[in-house]
């Protein structure tokens, strides 16, 4: 089994300043990370995903994030932050391993952009 | 192209009655998930479908969810005797295949009076 801790439930930003969202799991199996964004009133979309190979990974909108397997983590960061970033953004795993690839998510990191 | 699409998108019950909530996935997407989303939490994993089968049932929370994907499309949310603590946002997610990117749909909000 896994489960997803994101440290943080709102970070409040200023617009063009950078923000970084933390995401720690725990996991006996090796796993796949994703990063989900979910727009007020809209579906989860897939920002990023790391299946393996280069631990760093660029997503859409310009965000990012790094595997760090020696600390659990998979942090997203993003260098300058737009008003339109407002959003929930949601950090899931699932087994490599498992046919199926049911993901688990973490609780969710409300970012709140400021002008 | 045409996305995940769930209806209704809002359900309004009372304790006690039974609802079908409905998933049409991405045309050619043979796995189809459903999630459930409580308020102010991550989505929780409920039953993922490769095809019309059920490959993995293990989030379904009781006997009273049940779920069918009869020809390998559509797939139906079923949950009889509803209780207020069902109330939640329901997300069904399709991808090519089990390995493949997960696209959500919108959501339906369910509201257990």
């Known amino acids: 089994a896994q489960s997803v801790t994101q440290l943080d439930s709102q970070v409040p930003v200023f617009e063009e300043a950078p923000v970084e969202l933390r995401c720690n799991y725990s996991s006996s199996v090796s796993v796949y990370l994703f990063w989900y964004v979910q727009y007020p009133n809209q579906g989860l979309q897939l920002l990023l995903k790391y299946l393996s190979g280069s631990t760093l990974v660029k997503g859409i909108n310009g965000f990012e994030a790094e595997f760090n397997k020696s600390q659990t983590s998979f942090h997203l960061r993003k260098p300058s932050v737009h008003i339109s970033d407002t959003a929930e953004y949601f950090c899931a795993v699932s087994d490599a391993k498992a046919a199926g690839n049911k993901l688990t998510f973490g609780g969710g990191t409300r970012v709140l952009v400021k002008p | 192209g045409a996305g995940v699409s769930q209806t209704p998108s809002n359900k309004v019950t009372e304790k006690g009655k039974y609802v079908e909530l409905r998933c049409d996935p991405i045309?050619?997407?043979?796995?189809l998930y459903w999630y459930r989303q409580s308020l102010g939490q991550g989505p929780e994993f409920l039953i993922y479908f490769q095809g019309t089968g059920a490959a993995d049932d293990s989030g379904l929370p009781n006997d009273r969810f049940f779920a069918v994907r009869p020809e390998g499309s559509v797939s139906t949310l079923k949950i009889q005797r509803t209780e207020r603590g069902d109330s939640a946002v329901y997300l069904c997610?399709?991808?090519?295949?089990?390995?493949?990117?997960?696209?959500f749909g919108p959501g339906t909000r369910l509201l257990v009076l």
């Open positions: 045309s050619g997407h043979t796995a």
């Open positions: 997610a399709s991808s090519l295949n089990h390995e493949e990117t997960q696209y």
